[in-house]
């Protein structure tokens, strides 16, 4: 590990202008690319005290030997050479978007002496025309199908090319009239290029000047009584509106734009994007992303503008949009917009869709992202292997016995104190036991919630395990679900449903709530949570429960009695699941918190009436139209209310009038 002052370069050595610089190792890899408005100011802000850097910025830190750097003209040079340099070393500090799956294009090869249109993958070619990406290669070949009745381009290998020419007889293809056959010269090599370059700009949505020629073709040919002809070119529109029609329209005033969004936690991030030209989806993508560095929202945006964009041939119709909307601006704003209008050759828009369909359609695109995070997720949580590999690093990183079968995690929610809950989640065989989950209201020592979140989570520690210590008394010491006078024949001859795992009730077979203690506990916090939860598990005498906290900010995992946090590799899946459980906990502990407080923002006066039901308040409220009316109607006007009798309505306004009763809204103490 290397101190950062040995490389530090002395002072006044660093120029004061835009440029990109280069972290390397000890043996001359490139670790870290960036780019910076003053490299001066950006250089130094890498040499200040390194306990004062984020973790993943000290570790690069201190992994590199030597810095170098590069002058550029213009902060837009600067974005282009960043990310040449970032695709050329592939650097491990940089954050990297792969494509969640490899996705299909349609290219058209016009930089070939006969074009051809293929499905292709991977990386791009210069001279290539790309369009989609397809999330099928057969959706690709349905719309090539219908266009080469129009447009008749090569489709075929250059070992198919090249054996037609040899043969003087072209494919099938050149048979049936779907490829004009340059094979063997039925069209000249510059009518074919134009053909391809005619293919080309209709997928990239110039559509309707093609449609507007043959329809007069076809009107022409029916005026000459050539009603062959007109009806091949009525076959011929037909075919390229099915084509269009493939792509609903989504965006009535012919927009094109590529539409970005962004989900993810602070380790990985989803990324789509929808491709709409001409008012229609042509296209989705996506990718997942590693936080291997330390970067925000607008930053990463800027870094996907410019893999995505960073590939494309300038003033290439279609290659970059007129908009392009997004989640959050990049920080160099005015740098990023005006490098991609160098791209396209005109003026081009980075914007956040404020209103109407494109924000809509913006929304779509948000929850694809975060449909495909928690995909990603599912994946590497659903893999047998994977479960088992997590549950041995948490084993071998707090020293456990054994792996943690069961894992319960604890989370406080509340707002600035009231409505304070709590939740319990649990994971059994690294996946999620919902069937166990609880959630507590927070009492406090007074009755009307904690002080803290300390003081509530010893609490709801303190409460789970004294409910785990009197179930283990009353369960006499089953195990695995039998009594010493039950059998799992008698069992299942009570009709008791398969033997569980856990003790259970013997009188009415059915699992215990909390007679089954957890192998390890985990609490959303740092060292004062698992302080006041390992202090609730002291004055309970329990010593057999394994105790850890996760630290949200920095995702250390702190233990009792250590004055220091142990630290899981990012990429560990140890430290996946950990952050699984937090984040279920937490989801846990706000829904019940939302519902908790809807409740109470909503609680009235009438909810405490004796007989009163929710129907009957509901058929007050809306007769008199508010409580001040209804407290100032005699018994008579509230008896004739439908469903009220005298009886109830002299109880209505009794409690109305009672001094005691508490105004609309009040919080309900917690219970």
């Known amino acids: 590990m290397a101190d950062p002052a040995t490389y530090r370069p002395a002072p006044g050595e660093i120029p004061d202008q835009p440029g990109v610089y280069r972290f390397r190792d000890e043996h001359g890899r490139v670790i870290y690319v960036g780019k910076a408005k003053s490299l001066r100011q950006r250089l130094n802000s890498y040499f200040q005290d390194v306990a004062g850097l984020h973790p993943r910025t000290q570790a690069m830190v201190t992994t590199a030997a030597s810095v170098q750097w590069t002058v550029v003209g213009t902060e837009v040079e600067s974005l282009a050479l960043e990310y040449s340099w970032i695709k050329e070393y592939d650097p491990r500090f940089n954050v990297k978007y792969r494509d969640d799956k490899s996705y299909p294009y349609l290219a058209v090869t016009l930089a070939e002496q006969f074009p051809r249109v293929q499905v292709m993958r991977g990386?791009?070619?210069?001279?290539?025309?790309?369009?989609?990406?397809?999330?099928?290669?057969?959706?690709?070949?349905e719309t090539v199908d219908l266009l080469l009745r129009v447009f008749p381009v090569r489709t075929c290998s250059a070992g198919v090319f090249k054996r037609a020419g040899q043969q003087g007889r072209p494919c099938l293809l050149g048979y049936i009239d779907k490829c004009s056959a340059p094979c063997v010269g039925r069209i000249s090599q510059e009518d074919h290029h134009v053909l391809?370059?005619?293919?080309?700009?209709?997928?990239?949505?110039?559509?309707?000047?093609?449609?507007?020629?043959?329809?007069?073709?076809?009107?022409?040919?029916?005026?000459?009584l050539d009603f062959e002809r007109a009806a091949r070119l009525r076959d011929d529109i037909a075919a390229l509106e099915r084509a269009t029609e493939k792509n609903a329209v989504v965006l009535s005033d012919g927009t094109d734009a590529d539409i970005f969004a962004l989900a993810g936690d602070d380790l990985e991030a989803a990324v789509q994007v929808f491709h709409v030209r001409d008012g229609r989806i042509r296209g989705q993508r996506g990718w997942v992303v590693e936080k291997v560095e330390d970067v925000t929202d607008a930053q990463m945006i800027e870094r996907l503008l410019q893999q995505v964009y960073g590939e494309a041939e300038p003033g290439v119709t279609g290659t970059v949009p007129r908009e392009v909307l997004v989640p959050t601006l990049p920080e160099d704003l005015e740098q990023v917009q005006t490098w991609l209008t160098g791209l396209r050759g005109s003026r081009v828009q980075v914007r956040i869709p404020q209103r109407g369909d494109k924000r809509e359609l913006a929304a779509t695109v948000q929850k694809n992202a975060e449909h495909a995070l928690a995909l990603h997720r599912t994946?590497?949580?659903?893999?047998?292997?994977?479960?088992?590999?997590?549950?041995?690093?948490?084993?071998?990183?707090?020293?456990?016995?054994?792996?943690?079968?069961?894992?319960?995690?604890?989370?406080?929610?509340?707002?600035?104190?009231?409505?304070?809950?709590?939740?319990?989640?649990?994971?059994?065989?690294?996946?999620?036991?919902?069937?166990?989950y609880r959630q507590f209201t927070i009492r406090g020592a007074e009755g009307d919630g904690a002080r803290d979140d300390t003081e509530a989570m010893h609490e709801v520690i303190t409460r789970r395990f004294r409910r785990y210590l009197a179930e283990r008394e009353k369960a006499d010491d089953l195990e695995l679900g039998l009594g010493e006078d039950q059998t799992a024949e008698a069992l299942a001859d009570a009709d008791l449903g398969a033997v569980r795992s856990g003790p259970v009730d013997p009188t009415t077979g059915k699992p215990q709530r909390f007679a089954y203690p957890p192998n390890l506990v985990v609490v959303d916090g740092g060292p004062p949570q698992v302080a006041a939860a390992q202090r609730a598990l002291d004055e309970l005498g329990i010593d057999d429960v394994a105790l850890c906290g996760l630290a949200k900010r920095l995702e250390e995992v702190w233990v009792p009695h250590d004055d220091y946090p142990v630290i899981l590799q990012r990429s560990s899946e140890g430290l996946y699941l950990l952050q699984r459980l937090r984040d279920e906990a937490h989801r846990f502990a706000i829904t019940a918190h939302r519902r908790k407080s809807s409740k109470g923002m909503t609680a009235s006066v009438l909810d405490d009436v004796p007989g009163l039901g929710p129907s009957r308040a509901a058929a007050l409220l809306q007769h008199f139209g508010s409580v001040k009316r209804l407290r100032a109607a005699s018994v008579e006007e509230v008896a004739a209310v439908p469903g009220m009798g005298p009886k109830t309505a002299q109880t209505v306004v009794d409690a109305l009038a009672s001094p005691a009763t508490a105004p609309v809204g009040t919080t309900p103490s917690a219970s």
């Open 196 to 224: 391809a370059e005619e293919f080309a700009d209709f997928m990239a949505g110039d559509t309707a000047k093609f449609t507007r020629r043959l329809t007069a073709r076809m009107k022409e040919a029916a005026a000459e």
């Open 123 to 141: 990386a791009k070619r210069p001279g290539t025309r790309y369009f989609g990406p397809y999330a099928h290669a057969w959706a690709i070949r």
């Open 379 to 436: 994946r590497r949580a659903g893999d047998l292997t994977t479960r088992s590999q997590a549950l041995q690093e948490i084993q071998e990183a707090l020293g456990l016995e054994s792996a943690p079968l069961r894992i319960e995690c604890y989370d406080v929610s509340h707002n600035q104190g009231t409505y304070q809950v709590a939740s319990m989640v649990v994971f059994e065989d690294g996946l999620a036991r919902k069937s166990e």
